[in-house]
């Protein structure tokens, strides 16, 4: 429907090959009856000035394309097109293009211009895809535009440019492969990147390009753990692909005390042989001598950050999970994965196919991972024969003697099923079942030889071929089998069935004295018609029988080798010649005759019949190479652990001071540097308690910030609750309570998804003046207190903090993640005393870390300056400053992906600093503003706000003014200063009977003036 | 000294002529038996590391009805590999889902009849191209309503721009349907009508930004009049009940399906009355797992439109409660040429809900000619070619069982058949979550306005199998 009408030729579902190219669009098919009409008319169409010509042009193109029809001839006429204003005809010769460039080199070229202005775009996304298409183009002409475009775009401001950069480098190496050094380079540049939207396309990157370059790694290590979680999931199977062959070749192996005992049971298991045990001995012993293994905490790291992706979604990631877990964490703690593999069972087919051919693998070397989930595996008829099978393997590979019944009561009903490829693979899987458990042998081959009188023959066949391998284990006991399946000969036609029956017959003659010859004479009769492989067989049962009987079979078999000697098949002309020669004793017979019967009736090994999924472990699980059980073209190897762990120190990061970075890489950081750990002492515990891998069992991710100790998950409600009440309850939160700001710098974290952020010092030096340090409580008693300043100049006094109001500057929804709220601090900025401190408080909602916080391009309404704070990482307080009256003021705040509009509106009374002065002073001051400058109001005072302490409380809220004694009970006095200006501000409030008051302001600002009498005012109200 | 046979009969009659060494595209491919595989060489040309090289679209009846290439082309005669592969399985769904080729390696999916076969040239995870498959489908149901043959074909063009978004150079890019229909408008008829007369186009005008942002599953800007959120609690009962009607194995599956229709940027949290019930979940991405973790709520803002909120599943060391029961006699009498057939279904544990949609399908053995039944409610065929009946009894009367009864005629002259065929069951249980499984309430935060909410429950049969 999107097609426009005219688009109706497909409707019809015809899509035949063979159907001619055109002519039977319904609408333009009777006019055009040529190819060459065709495209002359397409031509014209593009070459028009009409988009809408040109869109239906281009459909039409596009569509040929889509049905592999070829449309090359065009690319003229298309190219011309490239730089259309409409963007669905654009796209589409985008399209075209890439599809085409490779073949029409020269004229692709004159498409490079386009792009390279689209390069320079100030939109992110039009550079973006300008770089996608460009470097889609293969043309190797243009390898250096394209080598100077990716590393222009590797350090482009926007993430989402980077990471089509990182697109880009596969597609250019795969063009020219001698780039690879100058790749590289980027490649080391984007891997420093630290935003999610990069870091999965960049490793892919790595992958294809430089996957030996494992160094490049190494600094990055700590922040793809930390990141993962946020990557989008196909980068993150990627990344964990990679990531678990980096942990194999940086750390030791998790199990190096258990593998070997257990390994030496597994071969027990198998037939235990006596080097072995012998071996493990030794082994076991020097194992004694190696020091006590201690997981690296990058390791733990690693394992921790990537167990809640056993949740995803998307069954890739939780399968690269399972392999990373599987090849990478200790034995113990490998079982998690199997509650989502089975989860993935549920989803299609294919998936199934894939995950249970990994469970397959799995369930052989761990197999009590899944024996819970055992009946998850159970067959339904309505499976697909593939599926079927693979379950069938996995259900015995966990069979073990406790589960056994329950498994062969399930496989007696498979064998009643009507796909027959599965029940003979149920019967192998009892045979299997059978070997590997003593205890239920014969009872599987009573179930087998029952199967025999079965009326499929391919059912019996496979059974007979079974009970042989069984057999072979305890003849002695079987020679009622062996008879009775002497007498299949008759009925079985499949010759591998009939060979094996020989095969035992001839092995076992003496148990079977007096049927042998007999078989042997039927044979002899039928040779000729027998299939190779049974005849082979019948040559084999004569030979046998000529040596443990020659009296009744000598001229039996005497018969069966002249038949062969003239077979037409060479291997059997061979066999009988050669057995005639070592059988029959002539004169010329060697020293071998007197052997014959050793050689041919030599106790044989039973088979060992053991799955075909063992051993497929050394390929890397949930690759391809694992899937086909061969090596794929580009498979890395999974590299075995080391003896020795390389320095685990090339994955520490060099932080500088302002750095954001999450809270774990900083924690480390402050181990090495004992710079940060004097500062932050506090965070000692957590670390070491962190870094004990066994104990700790938290949950991935409940890292607790670094500083409060306690974990985050308890923190989290409580801080939720506070933020609306945004005061006193933190205090006591914050151990060292020493100073003021500390406690509103405390990081908010909220939401379930998101790491813990830093707490930073601000980046602003700020020698907090000894002022600050005033509790809240002693600024109150001061209140009270007459001071008696005669000076002219009026103290400036610290202001009171009892209700410091916070405003919202951009709401988490509104800001992705990022909320930002300001509050004034009250406090004189320490850079200048002309401007008016602004606390900002960044919290960062999200998960994932926010970079390069900034203030762009303020706009300043005239007077105003704003003295800027310097990029920040997440979260850290800033505190800017206002000097000027303006009530508003607008301003970019961007981080380094996106921009956010924000303006601060700066309450008239927190653009003042309080004066303190003596009654006569505020009198002797107050005369001299009157007139224009004093502004009078009457109120009504609300009951609550009828007590001394209550209206003292509401004005100085409203505004950042001290009291100023008075000799009157119902009079208020208040007096500030504007912070810019210096003039003076004087409040006083007459409370008159009941509820009604005065209140007054003088102030030259008449501007402040009238907006502060409306803010007392309302604050009073309320 | 003498070949002791050990080889399975199955490969025995597999066997096909075996190639070693070079092998050239002319050459019949190998055959890929699951169990063994022919070690391929490496000596095969890597012409750069690309995830999905091309992709082909194939139908039923094996023509190429769409090609897509990321990079250069790969001709479409590598098909023929895949042609080999689907005419040795008998049927569609036992196609091997990875086809080894001397130069390509052949992924593909079964999805709506048609197979998506995707070409790759070197190591990848087969799941990752078998997972993006199975996305791709989903996204052209999301975006067509159904994926069928003829709705791609009618809308080509905006297939395979939907293509070229998902997949740069063969890794995915975009695989979030918000964000494809923000970039690619889904048609509607409407917007085709509007199209032709105004000559705009379906390529969204606007770039998208949902890219850029920390919640890449929802768009900014949604606006709605109506503010509603609808959640599905959907759970599927996936059962063997033995010959004897006890229960073999009996597990759980459930999904929340949302619709959410909401302005702006809505914070949702829905809490359960028992969440320890569920014992495995997966998430969509919008889910922030550490409250779950450690609240056991779900608290998350929702894509816009309908998603899968979370998938679960109830473990079988829970009691599953099974709420139907079948009753069936089936018989192949040796001597005659008459079996007979019966089956009875009725309501076992329901928590006093009805049944519906009950729907009886079982494969008969080769041997059975045709069959005389007479059902007591619905209507029943059965196929003589597939030997497939099928019986469509509807709602279950407790009163009045429904039963199908009768006899089948057996090939005259064969031995009885030994199998049983296995009866499998469907049926809908509206307002019931057979778990127990109940949602507290939904919370939203970040908006102001109410939300008109809706939660409703479901239970369906999943694989439903009785033995006889």
């Not at chain 1, 002219?792 to 919202?808: C, D, I, Q």
């Not at chain 1, 505004?959 to 501000?985: H, I, M, Q, W």
Request: net charge neutral; glycine share 4%; aromatic share 6%.
């Amino acid at each position: 429907m999107a097609a426009s009408p005219a688009y109706g030729e497909e409707k019809g579902g015809s899509s035949s090959l063979g159907e001619p190219e055109y002519g039977h669009d319904p609408a333009s098919g009777g006019i055009f009856a040529s190819d060459y009409k065709r495209h002359d008319d397409l031509k014209e169409m593009l070459d028009s000035n009409k988009d809408s010509l040109k869109l239906e042009a281009m459909k039409r193109i596009v569509a040929m394309i889509a049905r592999g029809k070829n449309a090359s001839d065009l690319f003229p006429a298309v190219v011309k097109n490239v730089a259309c204003k409409n963007i669905e005809v654009k796209k589409l010769v985008y399209v075209y293009l890439v599809r085409y460039a490779e073949e029409q080199q020269d004229l692709a070229l004159l498409s490079i211009s386009t792009f390279q202005r689209g390069l320079k775009d100030p939109n992110q996304l039009i550079r973006a895809s300008a770089l996608r298409v460009l470097s889609s183009i293969r043309v190797p002409i243009i390898v250096p535009i394209m080598m100077l475009a990716i590393k222009e775009a590797a350090s482009d401001m926007s993430p989402y440019v980077r990471k089509t950069a990182a697109h880009a480098i596969p597609k250019l190496y795969s063009l020219d492969s001698d780039q690879k050094d100058q790749l590289i380079e980027v490649i080391e540049k984007l891997l420093a990147d630290k935003t999610t939207l990069v870091a999965g396309s960049v490793v892919m990157a790595f992958e294809e390009v430089c996957p030996e370059r494992i160094d490049l790694i190494h600094k990055n290590y700590r922040k793809l753990c930390n990141l993962l979680i946020d990557v989008e999931e196909w980068g993150q199977v990627v990344i964990i692909n990679m990531l678990t062959r980096y942990a194999r070749t940086q750390f030791l192996s998790p199990n190096q005390n258990e593998s070997l005992l257990e390994e030496s049971a597994e071969k027990a298991f198998y037939g235990s042989e006596e080097e072995d045990t012998k071996d493990a001995k030794a082994e076991a012993a020097s194992l004694a001598k190696r020091k006590p293994y201690v997981m690296d905490p990058d390791h733990r790291l690693l394992l921790r950050n990537t167990k809640p992706l056993l949740q995803s979604r998307n069954a890739a990631v939780v399968m690269a999970v399972a392999q990373l877990y599987f090849h990478l964490a200790p034995k113990a703690e490998v079982g998690v994965i199997a509650k989502a593999l089975v989860r993935l069972l549920r989803s299609h087919s294919e998936v199934q196919y894939v995950v249970l051919q990994n469970v397959a693998t799995m369930s052989i070397k761990r197999r009590g991972m899944f024996e819970p989930y055992l009946k998850s595996f159970y067959i339904r008829s309505t499976d697909p024969t593939q599926i079927k099978i693979l379950k069938l393997e996995v259900l015995t590979n966990l069979a073990n003697e406790t589960n056994i019944s329950t498994i062969l009561r399930e496989f007696q009903t498979y064998i009643r099923s009507m796909d027959k490829d599965f029940v003979a693979a149920t019967i192998q899987a009892i045979g299997r079942c059978a070997t590997n458990i003593g205890k239920v042998r014969d009872t599987c081959l009573n179930g087998l030889v029952q199967l025999l009188s079965n009326r499929d023959e391919l059912v019996v066949a496979e059974s007979v071929v079974v009970i042989k391998k069984l057999l072979q284990m305890q003849p002695a006991q079987h020679s009622e089998i062996i008879k009775h399946m002497a007498k299949l000969t008759d009925n079985i036609q499949v010759p591998m069935a009939r060979a094996s029956i020989l095969w035992l017959i001839g092995e076992y003659c003496e148990h079977v004295p007096k049927i042998a010859p007999d078989v042997l004479r039927k044979m002899a009769k039928s040779f000729t018609n027998e299939e190779d492989i049974v005849k082979l067989q019948v040559i084999n049962l004569a030979a046998k029988l000529y040596l443990t009987n020659s009296k009744q079979s000598k001229l039996l078999t005497q018969y069966v080798l002249n038949l062969a000697k003239y077979d037409q098949n060479y291997d059997i002309r061979d066999r009988a010649r050669f057995i005639r020669q070592l059988i029959v004793p002539t004169e010329k017979s060697g020293a071998l005759n007197k052997y014959a019967k050793k050689l041919f009736l030599a106790q044989k090994p039973a088979p060992i019949l053991e799955s075909s999924f063992k051993d497929r472990d050394h390929f890397q699980l949930g690759s391809l190479s694992h899937l086909l059980n061969a090596k794929a073209v580009g498979y890395q190897e999974l590299p075995d652990w080391p003896d020795e762990a390389p320095d685990p120190s090339v994955r520490n990061v060099e932080v500088p001071e302002w750095t954001k970075c999450t809270s774990r890489e900083k924690r480390k950081e402050k181990v090495e540097k004992p710079f940060y750990s004097d500062s932050e002492g506090e965070s000692g515990p957590t670390e070491s308690a962190d870094s004990e891998p066994e104990s700790d069992s938290e949950e991935s991710g409940s890292s607790s910030s670094s500083g409060t100790s306690s974990s985050s998950s308890e923190e989290e409600e409580e801080e939720e609750e506070e933020e609306e009440e945004e005061g006193s309850g933190e205090q006591s939160e914050d151990k060292e309570g020493e100073e003021e700001e500390e406690k509103r710098k405390k990081r908010k974290e909220k939401g379930g998804l998101r790491k813990v952020s830093p707490r930073i010092t601000p980046p602003l030096p700020q020698p907090v003046p000894s002022s600050n340090i005033i509790s809240t409580s002693l600024v109150t008693d001061l209140e009270g207190l007459t001071l008696t300043d005669t000076s002219l100049a009026p103290a400036l006094l610290s202001p009171a903090f009892g209700a410091v109001r916070t405003y919202e500057l951009l709401h988490r929804m509104a800001g992705e993640g990022l909320s930002v709220e300001y509050c004034f601090s009250r406090r004189p900025f320490p850079g200048d005393p002309h401007m008016v401190a602004v606390q900002i408080q960044i919290s960062n909602n999200t998960d994932a870390e926010v970079k390069s916080l900034r203030v762009s391009e303020p706009k300043l309404l005239a007077g105003m300056r704003i003295q800027e704070f310097p990029e920040i990482g997440m979260g850290t307080v800033v505190e800017g400053r206002w000097d000027t009256v303006a009530a508003l003021c607008f301003q970019r705040a961007c981080t380094h992906t996106r921009h956010f509009y924000v303006s601060i509106q700066p309450p008239v009374g927190e653009l003042m600093a309080p004066v303190f002065m003596s009654e006569n002073e505020f009198r002797k001051e107050q005369g001299k503003l009157t007139g224009m400058s004093e502004i009078t109001e009457k109120l009504t005072l609300p009951e609550k706000c009828r007590s001394d302490h209550a209206i003292v409380q509401q004005v100085t809220s409203a505004a950042n003014v001290g009291r100023v004694p008075c000799g009157a009970d119902n009079e208020y006095r208040f007096a500030a200063k504007t912070v810019t200006s210096g003039s003076l501000v004087l409040i006083t409030l007459e409370w008159r009977e009941g509820a009604a008051a005065q209140l007054t302001v003088n102030s030259e600002k008449m501007v402040i003036g009238t907006m502060l009498v409306k803010d007392i005012i309302q604050a009073l109200a309320q | 000294m003498e070949a002791v046979p050990c080889r399975s009969v199955r490969h025995h009659q597999r066997a096909s002529p075996r190639l070693i060494g070079l092998c050239w595209p002319r050459v019949a491919p190998l055959e890929l038996s699951l169990l063994k595989l022919a070690p391929w060489v490496a000596f095969l040309p890597c012409d750069g590391a690309v995830m999905i090289h091309s992709l082909f679209l194939i139908n039923a009846s094996g023509d190429i009805f769409l090609e897509k290439h990321w990079k250069s082309v790969v001709s479409r005669s590598v098909c023929d590999y895949f042609f080999e592969a689907q005419e040795r399985a008998s049927e569609a769904e036992n196609v091997p889902p990875v086809i080894s080729t001397p130069h390509h390696y052949l992924l593909s999916v079964y999805r709506h009849k048609i197979f998506f076969v995707a070409v790759i040239q070197t190591e990848v995870p087969p799941l990752f191209v078998i997972e993006f498959l199975h996305r791709v489908v989903d996204t052209f149901q999301d975006y067509f309503g159904v994926c069928s043959e003829v709705m791609i074909k009618d809308n080509v063009v905006v297939v395979y721009e939907v293509l070229e978004e998902m997949l740069d150079n063969g890794f995915p890019l975009a695989t979030e349907s918000n964000i494809l229909k923000e970039l690619i408008k889904p048609p509607t008829i409407l917007r085709t009508v509007v199209n032709t007369i105004t000559g705009s186009t379906n390529v969204g005008d606007q770039l998208p930004t949902g890219q850029l942002s920390v919640v890449p599953w929802r768009r900014t800007g949604v606006k709605y009049t109506n503010n509603e959120a609808y959640f599905d609690v959907i759970e599927e009962i996936d059962a063997i009940i033995d010959k004897s009607g006890s229960t073999i194995t009996a597990e759980i599956q459930g999904v929340i399906d949302a619709c959410v229709k909401l302005t702006g940027m809505p914070d949702l949290t829905l809490s359960f009355m028992n969440p320890r019930l569920l014992d495995d979940v997966s998430f969509h991405p919008c889910v922030r797992f550490k409250r779950w973790e450690s609240e056991r709520i779900l608290s998350f803002i929702p894509p816009d439109g309908n998603f899968r909120l979370l998938s679960y599943h109830v473990s079988a060391q829970n009691l599953v409660a099974i709420p139907v029961y079948v009753k069936h006699n089936i018989n192949f009498r040796d001597s005659s040429s008459l079996g007979r057939f019966e089956i009875t279904v009725g309501p076992k544990q329901t928590m006093g809900k009805t049944i519906e949609g009950v729907m009886v399908t079982s494969q008969m053995p080769k041997g059975v000619l045709n069959m005389s039944l007479t059902p007591s409610q619905g209507t029943h065929i059965f196929d003589p070619v597939t030997k497939l009946l099928t019986w469509d009894v509807g709602k279950i009367n407790p009163q009045k069982l429904p039963s199908l009864k009768g006899s089948m005629n057996l090939q005259a002259g064969t031995s009885k058949p030994d199998e049983n065929p296995t009866i499998n069951l469907q049926f809908k249980i509206q307002q019931l979550a057979i778990s127990g499984l109940k949602v507290n309430r939904l919370d939203m935060y970040g908006e102001k306005y109410k939300p008109f909410k809706g939660i409703k429950y479901m239970t369906k049969a999943g694989k439903f199998q009785v033995r006889t």
